[in-house]
C-alpha cells in the first residue's frame, strides 16, 4: 500500500464543472506538494505546503485552488479548466521541505477536460 | 533559466549489461540530486539520492555526481527487463530563495530479453 493515496485515480470534467483531487499521506511528513506532469515534458511543481502553510505558488492559474487542512491531506480544487490542463496530476510528500529531504508520490490523478 | 537535461531516449540496452543514464544541470550551487523511475501509467518512485561528489552504491544501482563538470548520472548492472522504465533525474536548485525540485523530461529505458 502506497503511504501516498491519492483519488481520484481518472476524472472526466467538462470546461464549466467543479470538482476536487484529493491527496492523504500516512508517511508523518510534513511538506506537501501538487506537480503537473504532461506528456514528455518534465513534471511542473504547481504548490507546495509545510507545515499546512503555502510556501511555493509557481504562477499557477487561478482556476487551480490548493487547500491543505492539516499536515496529512491536500486539496486541489478545480474550476472552469481549459484542454491544456489535461494531465496526469501528481501529489507528493516529504519530511520537511529542505533540500535534503527527498519526496514521494502518490500514484496520481489522470485528468481530462473536454 | 534554471535547468536539467537529460537525453530522451530511448536507450536500449541487452538484458545482463550495465545501462548508463545521464543527466546535466544549470545551477553550479545546487546540493541534492535524486533519481527516480517511473513505470507506464504509474508515479515516480524513488530510486537513489546523491549529495556528494564520487559514487554512491545501492544494490545494482550506482549513482555519480561531478559538481564540477554539473553532471549526475545512474549506473544499472545486470540490467533485467523489470528494469524497463522511464528514469527520472532531479535536482534541487535556488529559485528565488527558495529551494525547489527541477525535474529532467526523463530517458526511456528498455531492456531487451
Known amino acids: 500500500e502506497t503511504g501516498v493515496t491519492q483519488t481520484p485515480r481518472h476524472l472526466v470534467m467538462g470546461m464549466t464543472n467543479k470538482k476536487s483531487l484529493k491527496c492523504e499521506q500516512h508517511?508523518?511528513?510534513?511538506?506537501m506538494y501538487w506537480y503537473k506532469q504532461s506528456a514528455k515534458k518534465p513534471l511542473e511543481l504547481m504548490f507546495v505546503?509545510?507545515?499546512?502553510?503555502?510556501?511555493e505558488n509557481n504562477s499557477v492559474p487561478s482556476r487551480f485552488s490548493p487547500e491543505c487542512p492539516n499536515s496529512s491531506h491536500l486539496f486541489l480544487h478545480l474550476h472552469t479548466l481549459q484542454p491544456e490542463d489535461s494531465a496526469l496530476y501528481l501529489c507528493?510528500?516529504?519530511?520537511?521541505?529542505?533540500?535534503?529531504?527527498?519526496?514521494?508520490f502518490g500514484d496520481g490523478t489522470r485528468l481530462s477536460i473536454l | 533559466q534554471k535547468e536539467v537535461e537529460q537525453n530522451s531516449g530511448p536507450l536500449s540496452v541487452p538484458e545482463g549489461a550495465i545501462a548508463s543514464l545521464n543527466c546535466t544541470y544549470s545551477?553550479?550551487?545546487?546540493?541534492?540530486f535524486f533519481w527516480y523511475r517511473q513505470y507506464s501509467g504509474k508515479s515516480p518512485e524513488l530510486i537513489m539520492f546523491?549529495?556528494s561528489n564520487g559514487d554512491k552504491e545501492d544494490g545494482r544501482f550506482t549513482a555519480q555526481l561531478n559538481k564540477a563538470s554539473q553532471y549526475v548520472s545512474l549506473l544499472i548492472r545486470d540490467s533485467q527487463p523489470s528494469d524497463s522504465a522511464t528514469y527520472l533525474c532531479?535536482?534541487?536548485?535556488?529559485?528565488?530563495?527558495?529551494?525547489?525540485?527541477?525535474w529532467g523530461a526523463g530517458t526511456k529505458l528498455i531492456i531487451k530479453p
Open positions: 507528493a510528500s516529504s519530511q520537511g521541505s529542505g533540500v535534503y529531504q527527498p519526496q514521494h
Open positions: 508517511l508523518g511528513h510534513n511538506a
Open positions: 505546503y509545510s507545515l499546512e502553510e503555502r510556501v
Open positions: 545551477d553550479r550551487g545546487s546540493q541534492s
Open positions: 546523491i549529495y
Open positions: 532531479a535536482v534541487n536548485m535556488d529559485m528565488d530563495s527558495n529551494y525547489q525540485l527541477i
